[in-house]
């Protein structure tokens, strides 16, 4: 098994891998091209977005700076909008619905590596999927861990570092992120 079916699976793989390094290489080049490019040129920025991207719906805007690994682990629904500096570290599947509203500086890390320092330095670690649904809204300075899922409708305050999953039709704030309020 290569090094990247390992990671798409999310067990231990190596981040080095020559596959993996070229993959990340690719990407960050058409991101330096999206985040140079004019505000203006909105037919090319969405093309660019088209080729960073494993799904793109109708829609779709992102400010820049927009950073991401690989890009083709990120999907997004239709109504996209991502406030300037978004970071996606897309080393597993980061799927988000339609209707996402996200705040500037908000970033999603699906890879961990191994608490085990002798592991740890060997150079590998693991993905875990991040999985957002429908109508939600992000603030500014939200940052969203690996493995978590996010339901419909829910609100996610700014600052909060969401580290287990949320329900539908909530408002979660802090670090970690705690429900505050059930949304009607």
């Given at each position: 098994?290569?090094?990247?079916?390992?990671?798409?699976?999310?067990?231990?793989?190596?981040?080095?891998?020559?596959?993996?390094?070229?993959?990340?290489?690719?990407?960050?080049?058409?991101?330096?091209?999206?985040?140079?490019?004019?505000?203006?040129?909105?037919?090319?920025?969405?093309?660019?977005?088209?080729?960073?991207?494993?799904?793109?719906?109708?829609?779709?805007?992102?400010e820049q700076t927009f950073q991401?690994?690989?890009?083709?682990?990120?999907?997004?629904?239709?109504?996209?909008?991502?406030?300037?500096?978004?970071?996606?570290?897309?080393?597993?599947?980061?799927?988000?619905?339609?209707?996402?509203?996200?705040?500037?500086?908000?970033?999603?890390?699906?890879?961990?590596?191994?608490l085990d320092v002798k592991t740890?330095?060997?150079?590998?670690?693991?993905?875990?999927?991040?999985?957002?649904?429908?109508?939600?809204?992000?603030?500014?300075?939200?940052?969203?861990?690996?493995?978590?899922?996010?339901?419909?409708?829910?609100?996610?305050?700014?600052?909060?570092?969401?580290?287990?999953?949320?329900?539908?039709?909530?408002?979660?704030?802090?670090?970690?992120?705690?429900?505050?309020?059930?949304?009607?």
């Amino acid at each position: 098994m290569s090094e990247k079916e390992k990671m798409l699976k999310g067990e231990l793989y190596s981040y080095n891998d020559e596959e993996l390094v070229e993959d990340r290489k690719k990407c960050k080049t058409l991101c330096f091209e999206y985040n140079n490019t004019n505000f203006s040129e909105i037919e090319k920025r969405n093309k660019l977005l088209k080729q960073i991207l494993g799904k793109v719906g109708s829609n779709c805007l992102i400010e820049q700076t927009f950073q991401c690994d690989y890009g083709y682990n990120i999907e997004v629904g239709d109504n996209f909008y991502s406030n300037h500096n978004l970071i996606i570290l897309d080393c597993a599947k980061v799927t988000f619905g339609d209707n996402i509203l996200i705040g500037p500086n908000c970033s999603f890390f699906t890879p961990e590596h191994p608490l085990d320092v002798k592991t740890r330095n060997s150079g590998v670690e693991y993905a875990r999927e991040i999985k957002v649904g429908s109508n939600v809204w992000f603030g500014g300075n939200v940052t969203v861990l690996s493995g978590v899922t996010i339901g419909d409708n829910s609100v996610i305050g700014a600052g909060s570092v969401v580290t287990k999953d949320i329900p539908e039709n909530v408002v979660v704030a802090g670090n970690p992120a705690k429900i505050i309020k059930t949304i009607n």
